[in-house]
């Protein structure tokens, strides 16, 4: 499934479902459907901001971190929960519309559709830190959007089995 491929399929999810299911928070501290969207919009963004900012950095010769390394080789996030630090940055709104959330999404794919044609162009040795990865090159910036899409596909079907659950309660209670 390509970058493009991978966002059309959320689009797609998120036209099925209600805006009541999109910020339906299934347990204290997790996230709605809404929330999860409203974070793949902002890292993907700030990914193609960081694939911007490795255009105007000097070359450097400094490596990924062992997780980094990891992540590139296995073309994908590891299938498991990552636990983000507390903080207004890591807390996404739940209160996007379904058409804000679409234009985030097609805002998205806007910036990797002009990334794509700029990443041959790019010095693969000028490079800006990521937090968890190490130096990061253009072409790895713009691959995390990609990757990061892909990860969150598990979390969102956890989510759908939640509201599947809370559907099926909540019929069960209008029979009685």
Not at 1 to 15: F, G, N, P, T
Not at 110 to 129: F, Q, S, Y
Request: aromatic share 8%; proline share 4%; glycine share 6%.
């Amino acid at each position: 499934m390509s970058e493009r491929d991978v966002i059309e399929a959320y689009k797609q999810y998120l036209s099925g479902y209600s805006l009541q299911q999109l910020r339906y928070q299934p347990a204290e501290g997790g996230w709605s459907l809404s929330q999860m969207y409203n974070h793949l919009i902002l890292a993907a963004l700030d990914y193609l901001d960081q694939a911007a900012v490795c255009t105007a950095a000097a070359e450097k010769t400094l490596v990924k971190t062992e997780a980094g390394e990891q992540v590139f080789r296995n073309g994908g996030f590891p299938p498991v929960k990552i636990k983000l630090p507390d903080g207004p940055a890591n807390s996404p709104s739940n209160s996007d519309s379904k058409e804000e959330l679409l234009r985030g999404l097609e805002q998205v794919q806007r910036r990797m559709a002009e990334w794509v044609i700029k990443l041959d162009e790019t010095n693969p040795d000028c490079k800006v830190k990521h937090g968890g990865f190490g130096w990061l090159n253009a072409r790895e910036w713009y691959s995390l959007v990609d990757m990061h899409f892909r990860h969150h596909l598990r979390q969102k079907s956890e989510l759908d089995r939640e509201l599947g659950s809370e559907l099926a309660v909540a019929e069960q209670e209008q029979l009685h």
